[in-house]
């Protein structure tokens, strides 16, 4: 009997992907800035995440963990006098391409961070690459201490993207879900953008993977390149129409989830009842 799904691709057997956009490389200087701020007005993921981030680090107190850190992308944005500290997978670089020097790898599960000894930890785009993220997060709950702050960014309508460690999309309830079941509680979830900010995304996302094609035929890929320079006036008028909206609060539909939260003073997990 033949497969009745045999016409079609079984994506498990994709292990990288087909396209990738450009990824911030940070630095300093006028011209890194530059580039910089062209950067966050074209990644509206990434432009929505620092938007947020710049209303809440510059308010952080103590010690700081910055889990998953990557390169360290908001790490001027916290106070000087904060101890701030990047903790990261040492797969990191292998997965992600991500490598700073001054930062914390870990293997396993545990991280190398003392009980009770961190104020606030910030974990961007990181939660939806953790295999088991009730153990990440119960983790983030030990190392802090009671009463310490979280803030995680998390992406929903995003590609699928670090084949194949991009496991989960989560909601608002399943957010509110895990980390009460972690041990946290004043739980707050908050949209990056709205349905029309996704619409814009996704045009802008289509026009970018065609005005740089990876196709192996270089006649395929000057046909697709050709027809990307085409779409300019409705790549420029996307992304303006996108930036424009952000501001606008979204429900069902959104680029992704700023999220923040607090450890339970007690010692006692709290659940959500099914």
Known sequence: MTPPFSSRRNLLNVQKEHWKPPVYSGGEGLAAKLKRQLFLLLDLQSGTIWRDMARELPFARGKVLDVGCGIQPFRHMFPTAVHYQGLDSIYSKEHFGYEAPDTLYYKGDRW??????????????????????????????????????????????????????????????????????????????????NQLTVACYKIMAFIFSILLPVHPNPFVRFLTRVAGLISLPLLFAATALANLTLGIDGTVDCLGYTVTAERAGGAKVRTVKS
């Open 112 to 193: 190398p961070v003392r009980d009770r000894s961190v104020d606030f930890i910030l974990c961007t785009e990181t939660l939806e690459h953790i295999p088991e993220p009730k153990v990440f997060l119960k983790e983030a709950q030990r190392v802090l201490r009671p009463s310490g702050r979280i803030l995680l960014t998390v992406p929903f309508a995003a590609r699928w993207h670090f084949i194949p460690y991009d496991y989960w999309r989560y909601t608002p309830s399943g957010l509110e879900r895990l980390l009460l079941g972690a041990g946290f509680d004043k739980v707050s979830v908050y949209a990056r953008g």
